[in-house]
Structure formats: structure tokens, C-alpha cells
């Protein structure tokens, strides 16, 4: 088992561009997340995701939109990135009461 | 609405020199409790779960134990590839989401 990948691991952007993060389990969980993790402010939750075909908005979720058309699939959308959307982007699924993280996307936007 | 603290923010240590992380946190009803090690430049991976006050778990050189304030994170006699971030995590019984902690960063010293 890959466990939870993520595409692209680095990625450079200029405000105003658009882009999508995938992630991808192969565990057949049903939850998966996504968190960003800035220096000082720990791991706060975007948007998640409790089975195929739904989303939910968590902390932070302006600015991003995401979408699970396959249970194993759940994607993060930037539409028009600003420089405040610099971060360290981590996906995670879930079985039980255990998270299970991916190793990152580091995004800069310029 | 669910609150983590975790002190201190960075702790150094001697190898072999014993010591405890704090995970202080108020919760409407506990689900969990979660402690994640994430090592520089990659997602957080699990250690531990813990379920109500009194419980105990332990992980080689790592101890987790749960008051209904406060859980702690011993390490004994560390070494240096103990080295990491620490996070705690709670979860309340009305939620999918768990609220984590800024982390504590560890580094031990050969």
C-alpha cells in the first residue's frame, strides 16, 4: 500500500494563477482532509470530506474549494492564489480514530 | 469550541536526560485524545490514541498518559533520532474533526 500520496510535492505560483493539489489513498477510507501548517500556527483544517461526493468547509476555507468525485480522490483548488496562501499543504484519510497524513505539498505564491 | 495547548514550544535535551511534553486541553465531551510525531519536512505520523483519564500507553522510549485536563508525552533516556515535532490532537464525541496543538519541537544532543 502507498498509504496517502500527494501531487506535486513543491509548487511555485504568481498571485492571481490557479492550480490543484491531488491526493490519493489507496486504503479505502472514507474521511480524508486537508490542512495547511504555518510556522507558530500548528495544523488548521481547510476542508474535509466524509465520503465519496460530499464536502465540508472547516477553519479556513476561503480562498480554496475542493471536490471527492472518487472516494480514493480528494482535491484542493486554488482559483486565484494570493501570496497569504503560502504554506505547507498536508492531506490526510482516516480509519477509526487514526489520521493518516501524506508527506506535503510546499506551495509559494510570489 | 475545542482548545489545545501544548508547552513548552521547544525543549532541548541531553541524550539519555528524561523528560515530558505537556498536551493541556478543555473539550465538550472526549473522544480522543492523539499524539502525531512529524519529523522535519514531512506529514505527521501517528503514536498514540488515548480514551479516557487514567489510561496509559507506551511506544519503545515513549509514555502517553491522560488526565481529564491534560495529557503528557514522557520520553526516557531520549536519543537523538527521537529528535522531532510533537503534536497532540483532541476530538469530541459531536465531531469528524479533530483540533490540534502548535506542536512541541524536540531536539536531543548526542
Known amino acids: 500500500n502507498a498509504g496517502v500520496t500527494q501531487t506535486p510535492k513543491f509548487r511555485v505560483l504568481k498571485t492571481g494563477q490557479s492550480m490543484t493539489l491531488l491526493c490519493a489513498q489507496d486504503?479505502?477510507?472514507?474521511?480524508m482532509y486537508w490542512y495547511r501548517q504555518d510556522p507558530g500556527m500548528g495544523l488548521r483544517l481547510i476542508h474535509y470530506?466524509?465520503?465519496?461526493?460530499?464536502?465540508a468547509k472547516g477553519e479556513v476555507p476561503d480562498g480554496y474549494n475542493v471536490s471527492r468525485l472518487k472516494k480514493q480522490n480528494f482535491l484542493l483548488g486554488l482559483e486565484s492564489a494570493a501570496p497569504s496562501q503560502t504554506s505547507v499543504y498536508f492531506c490526510?484519510?482516516?480509519?477509526?480514530?487514526?489520521?493518516?497524513f501524506g508527506p506535503g505539498t510546499r506551495l509559494t505564491v510570489l | 469550541e475545542d482548545q489545545v495547548t501544548q508547552s513548552p514550544e521547544a525543549l532541548r535535551l541531553q541524550e539519555g536526560e528524561s523528560s515530558s511534553l505537556n498536551c493541556s486541553y478543555t473539550?465538550?465531551?472526549?473522544?480522543?485524545l492523539f499524539w502525531y510525531r512529524q519529523d522535519p519536512g514531512k506529514g505527521p505520523e501517528f503514536l498514540f490514541t488515548?480514551?479516557?483519564a487514567g489510561e496509559e500507553k507506551e511506544k519503545e522510549r515513549l509514555k502517553a498518559t491522560l488526565t481529564k485536563k491534560e495529557s503528557f508525552l514522557h520520553i526516557t533516556a531520549p536519543k537523538p533520532e527521537d529528535s522531532a515535532t510533537y503534536l497532540c490532537?483532541?476530538?469530541?464525541?459531536?465531531?469528524?474533526?479533530?483540533?490540534f496543538g502548535r506542536g512541541t519541537s524536540l531536539i536531543v544532543h548526542p
Open positions: 470530506s466524509v465520503g465519496e461526493g460530499t464536502t
Open positions: 490526510a484519510s482516516r480509519a477509526g480514530d487514526t489520521q493518516y
Open positions: 488515548l480514551y479516557s
Open positions: 490532537a483532541v476530538q469530541s464525541v459531536r465531531s469528524y474533526i479533530p483540533t
Open positions: 486504503m479505502n477510507h472514507e474521511y
Open positions: 473539550v465538550s465531551g472526549l473522544r480522543g
